[in-house]
């Protein structure tokens, strides 16, 4: 089931981003706690987290905000995170979450912007984005992670 996140998901969702933070093979250094928090409080304020939730437990989220490039004032909604527990990876929560974030771009008239920096499974992540419509616009590089 995908739903909006509440303030009541807080606890799961920080758990959830934990695990996501765990599992990348990228040296991205500790969690700041409370930009973290900051981050997941915007989003579910702004209306743009989701959960998947399977059996009354949270197994996946995507959170996002709304926002511009730096060059321009056009609005896009992007994704902040974006993560489904390894063991359910095979059901439709990724799909149904990326449904609901996409329908959320609908409804407010301003494009949806994803993208996965983890730089595992890189082939699988695009094929899974360009089935839901997206088209790949860029590639991300790092040097000393």
């Not at 250094?29 to 973290?36: D, L, Q, V």
Request: net charge negative.
């Amino acid at each position: 089931m995908i739903r909006i996140a509440s303030y009541l998901d807080i606890p799961p969702l920080l758990m959830l981003l934990s695990d996501m933070h765990e599992e990348s093979p990228v040296d991205f250094g500790n969690i700041n706690w409370e930009k973290t928090m900051r981050n997941v409080l915007t989003s579910i304020e702004s209306g743009a987290c989701f959960i998947a939730e399977h059996d009354g437990e949270v197994v996946g989220s995507v959170g996002g905000h709304f926002g511009s490039e730096w060059f321009t004032d056009r609005k896009t909604l992007g994704d902040l995170w974006f993560y489904v527990r390894p063991d359910n990876r095979a059901t439709r929560a990724g799909h149904d979450l990326l449904t609901a974030f996409k329908q959320l771009g609908n409804e407010t008239g301003v494009p949806v912007r994803m993208g996965h920096v983890f730089g595992e499974d890189v082939d699988r992540k695009d094929a899974f984005f360009e089935r839901h419509g997206f088209k790949r616009i860029g590639t991300s590089y790092a040097e000393g992670m």
